[in-house]
């Protein structure tokens, strides 16, 4: 074995594990004396042609990801090349040299809580790096986690999303959550491995009594049972890990970044705790402890007196609307009303309380009566104006931020309502203007950044839009429609693989983003990834099976590799859900003139005339069917009726085809073209 080139300079050094579907050697790259690499090598289930070009294009795709990653992390295992040989894929990876985390665990004794958390932080802030860009991890576990031994970091290794593709397996089921066997892997997948292991590091669990852990659960809420174990780990710690590891990934923790959060919240509040222990001591040290005994006395006998009805109404309604119980909330704040209709402040807060429920009209005479009550409150003439801005009636909503920024000048949230009530009103100009502002005073509003991005994108300037939607998903990470957004841009650049990236961005943050699956299988099926462009249609009529658009696109994509019985069967579901779509009715036409079937295709086309008495093409390729069948007079007057409607459209390409057609008619020639689509475009209903 130790004779064998593998790629024709890959010399296996040692053979590290032999496993039926999966093998890793350490080797030694001939032409480059004493390196060391890893390699695994990854055999397919079947050796079938069909399935192998298939796995080939899913390896060599989510290679190229994976190994844009492993460039730009430093604590992410480098990836160095990959190559296929004899039926079987191979990665070849960096060699770290040091020792896994079951080296640091698993033995029994458990690890202090400063260093758990720690290792979370460490291990998450890697995690959120690869999560924003698009990557789950799949097989976290202590194996997979390297101490390197030149600086003591944790470094990542071993991602099972490439392996899984070729071998569909992952090795490890102790740490996979219930979604991962079930085929539905999600970014939190990572973050309940991750969790078991930081719940293993912390009790000091053996490698053995890893897998018992899941049959250890409360059967009210799903949560582990592992706490009980010891007494002595802080509550909040414990807290963060029982989320973390909840078998309803609905449940748990979505992003890293929230785990982070609280982390930090937690080191922290221990520290604040240490401070204030230290000051107290300090105080009693220097004898100071009896004027504090004597502060506390005054004190006390100043406290206030018990609040009234209408204070502990509108106090009340304020609670719950901070907690989104906004139905409750205007009941609290109506009777704060009826004790004391003179509190603007009441009238203000139910205004945004109806806001959120959508009665926006309620939410203006709310905000209206606040501003009677106090003309010099910029919060109610705010939110007058965005309660204006959802009942188009643009114009009044910029006069009352305009009105809000002449009382209150440095908030950046009422130059954004103003911004979007220009927008409406197509006044770009000033819309930039005033989310440059919003953003002049607020560095990292993710919103005006996405907000002016979409203009920059109506006026053209594409460059200027991507820069600004790269700041909004710097600044929040986790905002599919801020990718999905410079998914669009980037398409219009004509980056399509850039776009294809950002909508799988989308689709990540959001499984349900209908929009961006539907514009990722349009780019997979213009470069011709049938499956993936398949897959993607149907995912967005699994989403929403009454998607007209999605089976009229659906329809383009079979028609362009030929299956047109299938084309016509989505037009017809398209047709059957709105009877007065045109496009399905002159797309179903051309499938049927595919097939031969001229008769029914001349019915389409005139059905699709008659829904649409300015449908271009409709008229276009009804003259085709016309002038084959020999109806020359009819023909032409459908060709002429394309070519003035065509010329109208500014379709300067198509009006030439439409008079090349009746002069060949007219010069007794057959028509040059069975019938014309429009290349890269995709009707919508």
Known sequence: MNSQLLDGH?????????????????????KIPHSKFLVQRLSPPSNNPKTLSILRHLFTSQVANLE????????????????????????????????????????????????????????????????????????????NI????????????????????????????????????????????????????????????????????????????????????????NQDLVRVLNKMVRLNYRKRYQYATEILDE????????????????????????????????????????????????????????????????????????QAIAADNQNAAAYNKRGDAFYRLGDFQKAQADSSQAILLNPQDANAYYDRGFSLYEMSQQKEAIADHTQAIKLDPKNPYTYYGRGLAHVKLKSYKQAIKDFNQAIALKSNYAKA??????????????????????????????????????????????????????????????????????????IYSEIGDKLEATADYNKVLQLQPKSIT??????????????????????????????????????RGNAYLELGNKKAANQDYTQAIA???????????????????????????DFQTAAKLFKKQGEKDSYKDAQKEIALIQRNLSPVKAYRIKSGKREKN
């Open 611 to 637: 829904i649409n008495k300015s449908y271009a093409l409709a008229y276009y390729n009804r003259g085709i069917i016309r002038a084959r069948v020999g109806n020359k007079k009819t023909a032409i007057g």
């Open 263 to 334: 982390l930090k919240l937690i080191t922290n509040h221990e520290y604040q705790q240490r401070k204030r222990q230290q000051k107290i001591l300090g105080l009693i040290s220097l004898g100071i402890f009896g004027s504090i005994s004597i502060s506390l006395m005054i004190w006390f006998s100043q406290l206030p007196k018990p609040p009234s009805k209408t204070q502990q109404f509108y106090q009340s309604g304020v609670d719950k609307y901070q907690s989104g119980k906004y139905q409750q909330a205007v009941e609290d704040l109506t």
């Open 10 to 30: 890959y010399q296996i050094l040692t053979v590290l594990n032999t496993g039926e579907l999966v093998q890793t050697y350490l080797v030694e790259d001939t």
């Open 449 to 522: 950044y996405l907000q002016r991005g979409l203009i920059h994108r109506r006026l053209k300037l594409r460059q200027a839009a991507i820069k600004d939607f790269n700041q909004a998903i710097k600044i929040n990470p986790k905002d599919a429609k801020a990718y999905y957004q410079r998914g669009l841009t980037q398409y219009l650049s004509n980056q399509k693989q850039a776009a294809i990236k950002d909508y799988t961005n989308a689709i990540n943050l959001n499984p349900k983003y209908t929009e961006a699956y539907l514009k990722r299988a349009d």
């Open 68 to 143: 844009k990653l492993t460039k730009e992390y430093d604590q992410i295992q480098k990836l160095v090349g990959y190559f296929e040989e004899n039926e079987a894929f191979y990665l070849v990876q960096e060699f770290i040299p040091g020792n896994s985390l079951n080296e640091e665990i698993l033995h029994g004794v458990p690890l202090k809580e400063n260093e758990v958390i720690n290792l979370l932080i460490e291990v998450l802030e890697i995690l959120v790096f690869a999560h924003t860009h698009g990557i789950i991890h799949r097989d976290i576990k202590p194996a």
């Open 550 to 587: 999605a089976y009229i696109h659906r329809g383009l994509h079979r028609f362009s590799f030929g299956d047109y019985r299938g084309a016509i069967e989505d037009y017809t579901e398209a047709i059957e859900l709105k009877p007065n779509n045109a496009a399905a009715y002159n797309n």
């Open 146 to 233: 390297i101490r390197r031994e030149s600086d003591k970091k944790l470094v990542l290794t071993n991602f099972g999303g490439v392996r899984e593709v070729i071998t569909h397996t992952v090795d490890t089921k102790e740490y996979m959550p219930v979604e991962q066997t079930q085929g539905n892997t999600r970014y939190n997948s990572d973050i309940y491995a991750l969790g078991i292991i930081a719940i293993a590091a912390i009790t000091g669990l053996k490698a053995n009594e890893i897998y018992q852990l899941k049959n250890h659960k409360k059967s009210l809420n799903g949560e582990i049972i592992w706490h009980d174990k010891t007494t002595n780990i």
